[in-house]
């Protein structure tokens, strides 16, 4: 006799249209199974969507956050558009504190921390563009580093929201889609259940949507104008606003299961390399000419599609191209950069 196993999905705020589709998909075809979905904030026509999924489940339940951690006061947000950052951070260095900073993109970061170093600033950088096994140093060093008594500041992108268990003493953020935002928010005051004192976020006008759509940025005005009024905000307000928000944008639209699920209505088996259930992305994963008798998975490193199109020629580690010696330059403190 099997015992189902139980499964947990994490951060299901974030997946795509597509892979939640499939998550849909999954809680109708087992649903003898328990499963976990978890996220800080989900968009209401995800939860409806969700719930009519689960019915033959026998419905979702809902389980709450401890109700004093939730409704602590622990955030001041600043809506800082057009308003320069540096002073903000340089002061919570200066009184060896905690700085976390969030771009949107790999480029962007890469310059913030060019910045940092011109400036003299204890800073940690982590992004994707990365080796693997690079990328988990990366990874201790900023946790290490903000465990530690000495100042920081860590710059990152959105791995920062799914992959780091840090609590600043300020956060200074891109606009992003308001998920996004309150995932980032979570880094910030994040440990104590009732804090002593808020602390500040900082949210700027990146140069340009990518890598979102401008759908995804509905309601981020809104949203900030409501929660960035100069008064203590806790995590529940912040939630409680984003859905009140969507509900007054809803354009009905609903959600529903992806047709045809391959890997429940196809072949029960595993086409290793040749198929995913995520939607094509911009970019493809590269190992540096000198890593190619390492193991691929430590070595590769996800990149940008190149502009040009000599890399479909490019040589091949199972699913991983080999760049040319002359295409990429690597740090492992930076990271990767085509050349």
Same mark, same amino acid.
């Given at each position: 006799?099997?015992?189902?196993?139980?499964?947990?999905?994490? +951060?299901?705020? &974030?997946?795509?249209?597509?892979?939640?589709? !499939?998550?849909?998909? =999954?809680?109708?075809?087992?649903?003898?199974?328990?499963?976990?979905?978890?996220?800080?904030?989900?968009?209401?026509?995800? #939860?409806?969507?969700?719930?009519?999924?689960?019915?033959?489940?026998?419905?979702?339940?809902?389980? $709450?956050? @401890?109700?004093?951690?939730?409704?602590?006061?622990?955030?001041?947000?600043?809506?800082?558009?057009?308003?320069?950052?540096?002073?903000?951070?340089?002061?919570?260095?200066?009184?060896?504190?905690? &700085?976390?900073?969030?771009?949107?993109?790999?480029?962007?970061?890469?310059?913030?921390?060019?910045?940092? *170093?011109?400036?003299?600033?204890?800073?940690?950088?982590?992004?994707?563009?990365? #080796? !693997?096994?690079?990328?988990?140093?990366?990874?201790?060093?900023?946790?290490?580093?903000? #465990?530690?008594?000495?100042?920081?500041?860590?710059?990152?992108?959105?791995?920062?929201?799914?992959?780091?268990?840090?609590?600043?003493?300020?956060?200074?953020?891109?606009? &992003? @889609?308001?998920?996004?935002?309150?995932?980032?928010?979570? #880094? $910030?005051?994040? =440990?104590?259940?009732? %804090?002593?004192?808020?602390?500040?976020?900082?949210?700027?006008? @990146? %140069?340009?949507?990518?890598? !979102?759509?401008?759908?995804?940025?509905?309601?981020?005005?809104?949203?900030?104008?409501?929660?960035?009024?100069?008064? @203590?905000?806790?995590?529940?307000?912040?939630?409680?606003?984003?859905?009140? *928000?969507?509900?007054?944008?809803?354009?009905? /639209?609903?959600?529903? %299961?992806?047709?045809?699920?391959?890997?429940?209505?196809?072949?029960?088996?595993?086409?290793?390399?040749?198929?995913?259930?995520?939607?094509?992305?911009?970019?493809?994963?590269?190992?540096? /000419?000198?890593?190619?008798?390492?193991?691929?998975?430590?070595? &590769?490193?996800?990149?940008?599609? %190149?502009?040009?199109?000599?890399?479909?020629?490019?040589?091949?580690?199972?699913?991983?191209?080999?760049?040319?010696?002359?295409?990429?330059? !690597?740090? +492992?403190?930076?990271?990767?950069?085509?050349?």
């Amino acid at each position: 006799m099997h015992r189902a196993v139980p499964l947990a999905f994490d +951060e299901i705020h &974030a997946f795509s249209d597509r892979l939640f589709s !499939y998550l849909l998909q =999954f809680l109708r075809v087992f649903n003898g199974g328990k499963v976990l979905l978890m996220t800080a904030t989900l968009q209401p026509s995800r #939860r409806k969507a969700l719930e009519e999924a689960c019915i033959h489940r026998g419905g979702l339940q809902t389980v $709450l956050g @401890p109700q004093e951690r939730e409704m602590a006061k622990r955030y001041l947000l600043v809506d800082a558009a057009g308003a320069d950052p540096w002073v903000e951070v340089v002061d919570v260095l200066d009184h060896r504190g905690k &700085a976390l900073w969030v771009c949107n993109t790999v480029k962007r970061a890469m310059a913030m921390v060019g910045e940092a *170093i011109q400036r003299g600033l204890p800073v940690q950088p982590f992004h994707s563009r990365y #080796r !693997y096994r690079d990328r988990l140093r990366r990874q201790q060093a900023i946790i290490q580093g903000f #465990r530690g008594d000495a100042p920081i500041l860590a710059i990152t992108t959105q791995v920062a929201e799914m992959s780091l268990d840090i609590s600043a003493d300020l956060l200074v953020s891109e606009y &992003a @889609p308001v998920p996004a935002m309150i995932q980032r928010l979570g #880094r $910030l005051n994040r =440990f104590e259940e009732t %804090p002593s004192q808020v602390k500040k976020a900082l949210f700027i006008q @990146p %140069p340009h949507a990518l890598p !979102y759509t401008d759908e995804e940025y509905v309601g981020l005005k809104e949203w900030l104008s409501a929660v960035a009024d100069e008064g @203590p905000k806790s995590q529940s307000e912040l939630s409680q606003t984003f859905i009140n *928000i969507c509900e007054a944008f809803s354009s009905g /639209e609903e959600i529903s %299961p992806i047709p045809c699920c391959e890997w429940v209505d196809g072949l029960w088996r595993s086409l290793k390399d040749q198929r995913t259930i995520e939607e094509a992305s911009f970019s493809i994963e590269v190992i540096m /000419e000198e890593d190619r008798n390492e193991n691929p998975i430590e070595m &590769a490193i996800p990149m940008p599609i %190149p502009k040009l199109d000599a890399w479909r020629d490019w040589g091949k580690v199972s699913r991983f191209f080999i760049a040319p010696a002359d295409s990429l330059s !690597y740090d +492992e403190f930076v990271g990767a950069e085509w050349r």
